[in-house]
Nanobody, 123 residues
Framework: QVQLVESGGGLVQAGGSLRLSCAASGRTFSSYVMGWFRQAPGKDRDVVASISWIATNTYYIDSVKGRFTISRDNAKNTVYLQMTSLKPEDTAVYYC????????????????WGRGTQVIVSS
């Protein structure tokens, strides 16, 4: 089974950029839809973006459209989330997840989760 490890989080000023990576173990990475979720303190874990198996299709929530870009490299078993023009409201723990449904808007569409990486955006 695939295991996921996120990296790339950190502290950044508003307007800055970060690139999150999620490395997957195993040989079946390309068979999964990949999603990025985030969870702010006291809030639910919600989808941010998702990408289909061979990156033909992507999905974004409205609040990150034009600022975030999800991509994947199946040869490297890695999915990325490029985040630009960051805002304080983007502060959260970001999780990557693997599932079988696209666009995979809800948590139930994913059955494999990483442990998360913290993103803090200061104003």
């Amino acid at each position: 089974q695939v295991q996921l490890v996120e990296s790339g989080g950190g502290l950044v000023q508003a307007g800055g950029s970060l690139r999150l990576s999620c490395a997957a173990s195993g040989r079946t990475f390309s068979s999964y839809v990949m999603g990025w979720f985030r969870q702010a303190p006291g809030k639910d874990r919600d989808v941010v973006a998702s990408i289909s198996w061979i990156a033909t299709n992507t999905y974004y929530i409205d609040s990150v459209k034009g600022r975030f870009t999800i991509s994947r490299d199946n040869a490297k078993n890695t999915v990325y989330l490029q985040m630009t023009s960051l805002k304080p409201e983007d502060t959260a723990v970001y999780y990557c997840a693997a599932g079988y449904e696209f666009p995979g808007i809800g948590k139930r569409a994913y059955n494999i989760w990483g442990r998360g990486t913290q993103v803090i955006v200061s104003s």
